[in-house]
């Protein structure tokens, strides 16, 4: 079955799993609680965080279960990049940038089968969570332009002082963390129909906590969920994951039992730019965005490499070896190793007398080709008439690149008479970005649209954000801003 054909299957399927509903739990009258709180989130990534920031401002008693032993999930070990328009650090660098312009960026990125109303919570939320972590002493080194973005607009933060500010902050003012506790299942009061706790196990002990005001949902993906996986985009399986180690699902079926509708199943992708048997998000290259040209092991071009990496990880898959070989010189490595920590990581020593195994370096392109193993003749051939369009006419004839990054920069030639580097990268799944369907204020939603009560849902578990594609920068941001935003509504509930 081709791959096309197999998104229509993924969709389908998805649609299956979220109509069928199972026995739910329901509130026994002599239940003998654990503990009772107002909120209890699941999760504690940068969506349950985020949460927990709103909540404990408006005085909720407030629980977070995490069933890994530490605080963080996606959220710690993701690149930091956080994406908002107008912010202080755009303003003092010239960089004009605006909520309208941003929302027609992540809608066109995201093919327009995002939800607009979705996005522009996100997008109202971006700014004043971006002042609220400036205000606590966090701040990012830069802002840049890489994928989904045709204006600086990825601010990039370090991601564990992200993180360790949040967590201070909700447990200062007086939240309860429980790690190494699993929230298995959601509990619903049959009188009221509404959910009122979570079932949930610690060292084997099975634990029940009373949520008196709404349970948020923030517990990511399923990357390394492959039953999942294999249920609603079963051409994933071949892809490398790199995601968090607790992203298998949970919170989905948590979700998917009361009946929760689902959105964007169809358009899990993997990423392009990861180098073969990743271990690390830092194993992450997006050296296209500085001008590098992508080649498989043909010698041929096989995309557009301004597209976004979630567009440009199927075809990259579709080549031979699932590979796609990133030719670059001196001056786009090192615009690449000053613009994203996983290029400064990947190509460090690249220019010196012993380059890591995974770069291949020669005196001209030829000798760098002949290393890589790709057709020399073939490749020559290729970047010779991809250099060619650049210089006469600013756009390539085989695939229309005009830009460096959906529109941000502009193209640059390829010398082959200098030392050139080509270095070959695959796909790999690093999140999900599809899930639960929600309101702009994080309120879950069944498959009749109507929304289940006390349920609230953020972060990588969420759909309808991104759409089709993904905009740099966007995932980190948008969980904190949906926990907050979720945080406030479950406040006001």
């Known amino acids: 079955m081709k791959r096309r054909s197999l998104f229509k299957v993924s969709a389908l399927s998805a649609f299956a799993i979220s109509s069928t509903a199972v026995h739910a739990l329901t ?67 010239g960089i004009k940038d605006d909520d309208e312009h941003f929302l027609k960026n992540m809608l066109d990125i995201g093919g327009h089968v995002n939800d607009p109303e979705l996005v522009k919570a996100y997008i109202k939320e971006a700014l004043p969570h971006f002042i609220w ?48 506790t699993k929230g298995e299942r959601l509990i619903c009061d049959p009188q009221t129909n509404q959910i009122c706790g979570v079932k949930a196990s610690s060292k084997g002990k099975d634990l029940y906590f009373k949520a008196n005001k709404g349970v ?27 995601a968090a180690p607790g992203a298998t699902g949970d919170g989905i079926n948590m979700a998917l039992e009361y009946g929760a509708d689902t959105l964007d199943t169809g358009y899990v992708r993997a990423s392009f730019g990861y180098k073969s048997n990743p271990r690390h998000i830092n194993d992450f290259s997006l050296i296209q965005f500085s001008g590098a040209i992508l080649l498989n092991k043909n010698g041929q071009r096989f995309a557009k490499e301004s597209l976004s990496y979630k567009e440009l990880g199927n ?20 615009k690449a190793m000053k613009s994203w920590v996983g290029d400064k990581v990947l190509l460090e020593g690249s220019d010196g007398p012993n380059p890591p195994a995974h770069v291949f370096v020669g ?18 051939k290729t970047v010779e008439k991809y250099n060619s369009d650049i210089q006469t006419k600013g756009v390539d004839s085989e695939f229309g690149r005009d830009s460096l990054s959906s529109g941000y920069g502009k193209p640059v ?37 109507e929304k289940i009560p006390h349920l609230y849902a953020a972060g990588e578990m969420t759909g309808g954000i991104h759409g089709s594609a993904y905009m740099t920068g966007t995932a980190f941001a948008k969980a904190m801003c949906y926990g907050r935003i979720a945080g406030r509504a479950i406040a006001e509930n």
């Open 216 to 242: 948020l949902l923030s517990a990511g993906g399923f990357c390394h969920n492959p039953a999942m996986l294999n249920r609603y985009v079963p051409m994933m399986k071949q892809a490398a994951v790199v």
């Open 363 to 380: 005196k001209n392109f030829a000798d760098a080709a002949a290393k890589a193993g790709l057709p020399v003749e073939v490749a020559l």
């Open 413 to 449: 030639v390829i010398p082959v008479d200098k030392r050139i580097y080509i270095m070959p990268l695959t796909s790999g799944l690093m999140s999900t970005c599809a899930g639960v369907r929600i309101t702009p204020k994080a309120e879950v939603i069944n498959i009749f649209g």
């Open 315 to 334: 075809p990259t898959l579709d080549q031979p070896d699932g590979l796609g070989y990133a030719v670059f010189d001196d001056s786009i490595r090192e």
């Open 133 to 180: 972590l400036s205000d606590h002493g966090v701040h990012p080194s830069m802002v840049y332009a890489p994928s989904g973005m045709d204006v600086p607009r990825a601010h990039r933060f370090d991601p564990a002082e992200v993180v360790k500010c949040m967590q201070k902050y909700v447990t200062d003012n007086g939240a309860a963390i429980m790690t190494s």
């Open 27 to 93: 509130l026994n009258p002599s239940q003998k609680w654990d503990g009772e709180y107002d909120v209890i989130i699941v999760g504690a990534g940068g969506a349950g965080l985020g949460c927990a920031i709103e909540t404990t401002d408006h005085k909720l008693k407030t629980l977070i279960l995490e069933k890994m032993p530490f605080v963080g999930g996606a959220s710690a070990i993701c690149g930091g990049q956080y994406s908002a328009a107008n912010t202080p650090y755009q303003i003092e660098r």
